[in-house]
C-alpha cells in the first residue's frame, strides 16, 4: 500500500494518541470525519493500524526502563519470558547477547527483583544491563 501525505498525518497523530476519537484527529487535522473514517479504515485493512491497548508504564508508576542483554547457549522459549507482566517485549538479536528483554520497574530494587526473576528462568547465561529512567 502506498502511503500519501494525508496518511502519513494520520500515523503521527495516531502514533502520539491512539485513543484519539474519530471527530478529534479530524479537527486536528482539519480533514472531514468521512475522508479520516475512510483512510483508518484502509489503513487497519492493510495491518498499518490495528485496535491493540497499550499500557501506560508511568501511571502504574514503572519509571524505569531497563534493557536486559542475555548471553545463552539454549533455546528461550520466549513466551515463558513474555508472561511476567514487568516485561515490555522480547527480542532475538544477532550480537554477542542473543536476546533482549525490555523490562519495567518501579525502582531500583523492583529492577532487582526482576532481573532476579528472570536469572532463575534462564540457564547458562550472562546478563548485561541498561537501565534509563523515562
Given amino acids: 500500500m502506498k502511503l500519501d501525505e494525508i496518511d502519513e498525518m ?3 497523530e ?14 486536528s487535522l482539519d480533514l472531514p470525519i468521512s475522508t479520516v473514517h475512510y483512510r483508518l479504515s484502509r489503513l487497519k485493512k492493510a495491518g498499518i493500524l490495528n485496535n491493540t491497548i497499550e499500557i501506560d508504564w508511568k501511571s ?11 548471553k545463552t547457549d539454549k533455546n528461550i522459549n520466549i513466551k515463558t519470558i513474555k508472561q511476567y507482566p514487568f516485561v ?13 528483554i525490555i523490562i519495567r520497574a ?4 523492583h529492577v532487582k527483583s526482576n532481573v532476579e526473576r528472570i536469572r532463575n528462568i534462564l540457564p547458562n547465561h550472562s546478563l548485561r544491563l541498561v537501565i534509563a529512567d523515562e
Avoid at 502514533?15 to 479530524?26: A, G, V
Avoid at 502504574?60 to 531497563?66: D, E, S
Avoid at 515490555?88 to 533482549?100: F, G, K, Q, R, T
Fill in 10 to 12: 494520520i500515523i503521527a
Fill in 14 to 27: 495516531m502514533k502520539m494518541n491512539k485513543r484519539l476519537k474519530l471527530k478529534e484527529l479530524s479537527k
Fill in 60 to 70: 502504574l508508576g514503572y519509571k524505569n526502563v531497563v534493557l536486559l542483554y542475555v
Fill in 88 to 100: 515490555e517485549s522480547v527480542y532475538n538479536i544477532i550480537d554477542d547477547y542473543n536476546l533482549l
Fill in 106 to 109: 518501579k525502582d531500583l530494587e
